[in-house]
């Protein structure tokens, strides 16, 4: 199997969690969490990002509601990975991300208890789990 990373977004309309993953160990590492205007982004700041980790492949999150419906921050996350394909020319996938702030807080409670629960720490954490899911179902057992 080839080393492949994977760069992970968490979309959100004030903050995107951003996080990298290796394909090889199945697992990802937070890097940061970019603010954003109304779900736009520093795109300059993005640009270093893929610049530095030069993704194999870019997962964004999509938040779907609990009985897999779209809503419209699924409509919002998808416009993101497209303007991030067609800026970058990278290669996007979009992967189910219910559940993952909630098991990002949980992550992160367990490690430094309500001082570790920043926004920006809970936005990169859940960009982590975006990508072990990713990996997950595409790679796992």
């Known amino acids: 199997m080839n080393a492949k990373t994977v760069l992970g977004f968490d979309f959100g309309t004030k903050s995107i969690g ?8 199945a697992s990802a590492t937070p890097l940061l969490s970019i603010k954003a205007v109304d779900g736009i982004p ?18 964004v999150g999509l938040p ?13 996350a ?12 990278v290669k996007i996938f979009t992967q189910d991300e219910r559940l993952t702030t909630t098991d990002a807080k949980a992550r992160l409670f367990e490690l430094g208890g309500y001082k570790a629960l920043t926004k920006g720490q809970v936005d990169a954490v859940s960009a982590v ?13």
């Open 42 to 59: 520093n795109w300059e700041e993005i640009a270093k990002l893929i610049q530095e980790w030069q993704p194999d492949l870019v997962v």
């Open 129 to 141: 789990l975006i990508i072990e899911s990713y990996f997950e179902n595409h790679f796992g057992d």
């Open 78 to 89: 998808r416009k993101f990975a497209n303007r991030l394909n067609a800026k970058f020319g």
């Open 18 to 25: 951003v996080a990298v993953g290796q394909q090889i160990t």
């Open 64 to 76: 779907l509601n609990m009985d897999g419906t779209e809503q419209e921050m699924t409509h919002r």
